[in-house]
């Protein structure tokens, strides 16, 4: 099943739930979903791909990994570098809004999306 988490109402929801979605008043809002040249939500033609896994996570195993360093002289920091890459490389990708944070999950992500480009990400970013 494809989600969305919508910036606007702020629920992840399925494409046929948010299509129907009351807080966002836009019924036409997911009509050309599956390509992506455009955002659904805010018709931003920037957007990226990304790993649909929690980071925090991946943090997690590197700083135990770490942590078991002085008693496993630094195996446990290999073993467990691998088994966060191998985790990486069977997590699905999801696709990213720059301007509106719209993240689509469960989509299938053409090559023509490229993955988080910094420069990209500070042309969107909101000037203090």
Not at 99 to 125: G, M, R, W
Request: with cysteine; glycine share 4%; aromatic share 10%.
């Amino acid at each position: 099943m494809i989600q969305v988490d919508c910036e606007v109402c702020k629920k992840t929801q399925s494409f046929s739930e948010a299509a129907r979605c009351g807080e966002c008043n836009n019924p036409e809002l997911f009509n050309n979903f599956l390509n992506f040249s455009e955002c659904p939500v805010c018709g931003c033609k920037h957007l990226y791909r990304k790993k649909d896994f929690n980071q925090a996570v991946g943090c997690i195993i590197i700083l135990i990994g770490a942590l078991l360093v002085p008693w496993t002289y630094g195996i446990s920091l290999l073993v467990l570098a691998l088994a966060d890459y191998l985790l990486y490389r069977r997590v699905k990708d999801s696709v990213e809004c720059y301007k509106c944070k719209s993240e689509y999950i469960n989509v299938v992500v053409q090559d023509s999306i490229k993955p988080f480009d910094h420069h990209t990400a500070e042309l969107y970013e909101p000037i203090n």
